[in-house]
T-cell receptor, first 114, second 112 residues
């Protein structure tokens, strides 16, 4: 596609429910990144995929968070048993996978946990 | 103390003014990114620097590795430059390319 696509753009869920957030990177991009931006907070790193290498999961805040990337393209971020503190904008980015290059961001998913 | 500090937090300028946004970091880095986030939330990557200076249109980014400091300059500012500008660094030890540490951003408002 022309850009990084994320869905849904907005998600409202009840505390304790599981949610799945989807990211479609730019075609041909081998690197995929997930970040989140909480209200009043800066961006924080969650997870990074590069080609077939093991992902860097060091930013995931708890074991309720997981992500996968199927076929080296689409990625899904799953949050189990959501908590109110999970409310944030979840941003996906992709890039060609070269060292220290610019990132291309999606529009994000606004997650609200009630 | 945050590892990435930006100043100022908020900046109001008149159209046409020369603007400087600063980013200081306390760790060794291999790369520094400048990002722009518009009021609608979309983020655009402006520059990636590992040394020296880069220019794109009215935007100039510089980095001084020894002083652990980077600046983003906007010449002939325009109301459409109004956005939050975010500095992010990649550590030079451990961590992956995606593991960036972000500053809290500088909110710029350019008045006509």
């Amino acid at each position: 596609g022309a850009g990084v696509s994320q869905s849904p753009s907005n998600k409202v869920t009840e505390k304790g429910k599981d949610v799945e957030l989807r990211c479609d990177p730019i075609s041909g991009h081998t690197a995929l990144y997930w970040y989140r931006q909480s209200l009043g907070q800066g961006l924080e790193f969650l997870i990074y995929f590069q080609g077939n290498s093991a992902p860097d999961k060091s930013g995931l805040p708890s074991d309720r968070f997981s992500a996968e990337r199927t076929g080296g393209s689409v990625s899904t971020l799953t949050i189990q048993r959501t908590q109110q503190e999970d409310s944030a904008v979840y941003l996906c980015a992709s890039s060609w996978g070269r060292t220290n290059e610019k990132l291309f961001f999606g529009s994000g998913t606004q997650l609200s946990v009630l | 103390k945050n590892e990435v500090e930006q100043s100022p937090q908020n900046l109001t300028a008149q159209e046409g003014e020369f603007i400087t946004i600063n980013c200081s970091y306390s760790v060794g880095i291999s790369a520094l990114h400048w990002l722009q986030q518009h009021p609608g939330g979309g983020i655009v990557s402006l520059f990636m620097l590992s040394s020296g200076k880069k220019k794109h249109g009215r935007l100039i980014a510089t980095i001084n590795i020894q002083e652990k400091h980077s600046s983003l300059h906007i010449t002939a500012s325009h109301p459409r430059d109004s956005a939050v500008y975010i500095c992010a660094v990649r550590l030079d030890y451990g961590g992956s390319q995606g593991n960036l540490i972000f500053g809290k951003g500088t909110k710029l408002s350019v008045k006509p």
